[in-house]
């Protein structure tokens, strides 16, 4: 929990003086402790379901500072957004924006809405976390988004603040939000032009951490970000932005704890079975990610290479190949760090498996 504030005041010290207004994006960790600390500090919630309204609002989330993300929204989750008069509706097709504005007109409200667009922008990072290119489900391709702007502000249940954008996660480099800025500059230059004007620019999240070295860079670079965005982007008179970090927020705050189960010998491989498993942490399984192991029991001087396993039938059930760890025996407890960014809260129960718990401290 001291990191958490640690890196929640580096966000804040880098904004100041700086129109920015940052959001957690709480799917990357709903524990509701950490939920409530994070409220407790200021911060929005970027929210992509009406179950994590609730919990935002349960934490103590003002629901202006709460803004609405996802491309599936159903109409009692509109409602619940209007109900509450959040601060923005992310909107990231025209049907939606259709049915949100008939929503509201139907309760009498006018819905706060920004568009989502799809910038085009490649972030170089896993293809399963790559959301801003055309390919991708989320948010308005380029060449519809005059359509919809002039829909929004035609619609009579809409007020349209702003553009939103968000171009993927664990993105280690700062190009991707130099040419981010050079879009959203264009693209207000083009409105502008045509006498549209935006409240507020969302720029989304995606800062990676540094799954190598977590005690390196126990806090992501928040500095470099900013000032991409201070150096490259031209915001209007009065305008606001708007950021929504989730695993640069929480990633470096947990650490998975496993017992060594088994240590198997095949002959010419080494595993370390783990009674943690895919089901707790799901991340080196979907995405090919890799996070720190360390022996915390093991006394030994001398190294080994083991694949690092979980129990769960399926071959992707890995967290490491070739892993190099003091000699593991039986027992001997196992951390797997980084795990507080899409660890628990993508855990499931298969293989009827409990679901992990968390421990503060
Ligand atoms: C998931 C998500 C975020 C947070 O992404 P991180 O990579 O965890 O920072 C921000 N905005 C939207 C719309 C999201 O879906």
Redesign the pocket.
């Known amino acids: 929990m001291e990191l958490l504030r640690g890196t929640i005041d580096e966000i804040k010290r880098n904004i100041q003086g700086y129109p920015a207004t940052v ?1 957690y ?1 709480i ?2 960790n709903y524990a509701p402790e950490i939920l409530t600390t994070i409220a407790a500090t200021g911060l929005g919630a ?1 929210l ?1 379901n009406g179950y994590e309204l609730q919990a935002a609002l349960d934490a103590g989330f003002k629901p202006s500072q709460l ?1 609405f ?2 491309v599936g929204k159903t109409d009692w989750e509109i409602k619940a957004g209007l109900d509450h008069d959040i601060f923005c509706f ?1 909107v990231e097709s025209f049907p939606e924006l259709q049915n949100i504005s008939d929503i509201a007109t139907a309760c009498g409200k006018v819905a706060n809405v920004a568009i ?1 667009v799809n910038p085009n922008i490649n972030a170089h990072t896993h293809r399963y ?1 790559t ?1 801003g290119v055309a390919e991708n489900k ?1 948010g308005i391709n380029l060449n519809l988004l005059d359509n919809i702007v002039d829909m929004a502000l035609r619609l009579p249940g809409i007020h349209l603040r702003g553009l ?1 954008f ?1 171009i ?4 280690m480099t700062m190009r991707p939000y130099k040419l981010l800025c050079g879009r959203i500059n264009e693209l207000q230059d083009h409105f502008n032009a045509k006498g549209i004007f935006f409240e507020m620019i ?1 720029a ?5 951490v540094d799954y190598d070295n977590p005690d390196e860079h126990p806090i992501a670079d928040f500095k470099s970000f900013f000032d991409v965005f201070k150096a490259n982007l031209k915001l209007r008179e009065g305008q606001q932005l708007h ?7 929480v ?1 470096q705050c947990g650490t998975l704890l496993s017992r060594v189960l088994y240590v198997k010998d095949n002959g010419n491989k080494q595993f370390v079975i783990l009674d943690a498993g895919m089901t707790d942490l799901i991340r080196p399984a979907l995405y090919q990610s890799h996070h720190q192991i360390q022996n915390l029991t093991s006394k030994s001087e001398r190294w080994q290479n083991y694949d690092v396993v979980g129990p769960v039938c399926e071959s992707s059930d890995v967290f490491g190949r070739d892993e190099q760890l003091p000699v593991t025996t039986r027992g001997d407890l196992i951390a797997i760090r980084s795990a507080g ?2 660890g628990e809260s993508m855990s499931s129960r298969y293989n009827m498996r409990p679901l992990p718990h968390h421990q503060l401290i």
């Open positions: 959001h994006a799917k990357a970027d992509v803004a993300s996802g992310n989502r976390v959301t989320f939103h968000h993927g996660s664990q993105i969302n989304g999240g995606g800062l990676g950021f929504e970090f989730g695993r640069s927020v990633a960014a899409y």
